[in-house]
C-alpha cells in the first residue's frame, strides 16, 4: 500500500482496504525472507513478546507465528485488516498466542522495554525508517531485536523518472550504507542488511493483484476511486519492472544497545 493511497479520502477508505484484502500480503515480501531474516534472531523462546507493527492482513505474521512459540501482537491502522488477521489466526488456530490490534505506529501502547521483538515489513515508511526505529527502540528490551524491510536504493544515481516517482512517494528512501547508519546512531548493533530477491516484488506482490485488479475493476466499473486506484498499482509494477536495478526492499535487522 503506498503514502498516495494513504492520503485518498477517508471516504475511500472501504474500497483500498477491499483492494488489498483480496491479496495475501499488502507489500513486496514472502514466507522464505520472512524466515531468512528471523533466523538472524537467536535469542527467542516462549516467554517472548513480538510485535508487528503495520501487520496488515497477516501474511508474514503467520509465518512468524508458525516459527516462534512466544506471544505476537499484530497492530495496523485499518479495522479491515485486523478483521482478516484474526479470521487468518483463528482458520490456524493461533488466537491464543497471537491477536490483532487496531492502533497507530505512532502511538504505540506497549510498556518500556517489553518487547523482545519488533518486526515490520513493509510499513514503517508510513512514519519514516529514521523516526520510528527511534521511537520503537525504548519499547525493546536492551539486547531486544528490530528487523523491518524498507524501500531503498540501490545506487548513488538513478534515472529522473524513478527518481522523481520515488522522492513523491517516499521522500526517506535512501541507500542502504545510509540506513544502516541511522540504525547504528539509534542505538542498535547493526546485524544483518540483505536485499529481498525479485520474486517477493513478481510472484508475491504483483502477480496476486493481476486476478484481483480484473475482479475489482468489474465491481467497481466506472467508478474512478477504483479505476485510478488499479492504474497506479500497475505504474507501480511497470516501474519496477523498469527500474528494479536502481531500488527494491532491504531488510534491516538490528539488535538494542
Ligand atoms: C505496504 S503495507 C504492508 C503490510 C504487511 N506488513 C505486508 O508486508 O504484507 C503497509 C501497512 O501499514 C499499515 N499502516 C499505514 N499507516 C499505519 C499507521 N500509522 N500505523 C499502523 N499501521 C499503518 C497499512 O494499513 C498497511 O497494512
Not at 489466526?89 to 504505540?108: A, I, P, T
Not at 534515472?159 to 517516499?170: A, H, L, M, T, V
Not at 542498535?188 to 525479485?198: D, G, H, M, N
Not at 513478481?202 to 465491481?219: C, I, N, R, S
Request: charged content about 25%; overall charge negative.
Amino acid at each position: 500500500m503506498s503514502k498516495k493511497d494513504n492520503s485518498i479520502h477517508e471516504f475511500d477508505f472501504k474500497l483500498i482496504c477491499e483492494y488489498y484484502s483480496s491479496i495475501e500480503r499488502q507489500g513486496p515480501g514472502s514466507p522464505e525472507i520472512t524466515a531468512k531474516a528471523l533466523s538472524f534472531i537467536d535469542t527467542l523462546n516462549n516467554e517472548s513478546r513480538i510485535a508487528d507493527i503495520g501487520c496488515g492482513t497477516g501474511g508474514q505474521t503467520m509465518v512468524l507465528a508458525n516459527l516462534t512459540s512466544g506471544s505476537i501482537i499484530g497492530i495496523d491502522l485499518f479495522a479491515d485488516f485486523i478483521d482478516i488477521f484474526k479470521d487468518n489466526c483463528r482458520k490456524r488456530n493461533l488466537q491464543d498466542r497471537v491477536e490483532g490490534v487496531v492502533g497507530s505506529m505512532d502511538h504505540l501502547a506497549f510498556q518500556k522495554e517489553e518487547l523482545d521483538l519488533i518486526w515490520s515489513e513493509g510499513a514503517i515508511y508510513n512514519i519514516g525508517f529514521e523516526r520510528g526505529i527511534n521511537e520503537w527502540r525504548e519499547f525493546l528490551k536492551t539486547g531486544g531485536f528490530i528487523a523491518v524491510s524498507e524501500a531503498s536504493w540501490f545506487t548513488e544515481n538513478r534515472p529522473d523518472e524513478i527518481d522523481r516517482f520515488w522522492k513523491d512517494e517516499y521522500p526517506g528512501i535512501d541507500i542502504i550504507s545510509n540506513k544502516v547508519g541511522q540504525m547504528q546512531k539509534a542505538g542498535y548493533i547493526p546485524i544483518s542488511t540483505f536485499v529481498l530477491p525479485e520474486n517477493c516484488w513478481t510472484e508475491h506482490f504483483y502477480a496476486p493483484q493481476v486476478y484481483a485488479q480484473d475482479k475489482f475493476l468489474k465491481k467497481y466499473a466506472g467508478d474512478k476511486t477504483a479505476e485510478e486506484l488499479v492504474k497506479n498499482q500497475r505504474h507501480e509494477a511497470e516501474l519496477y519492472n523498469k527500474y528494479k536495478e536502481y531500488y527494491g526492499y532491504v531488510f534491516y535487522i538490528g539488535k538494542k544497545i
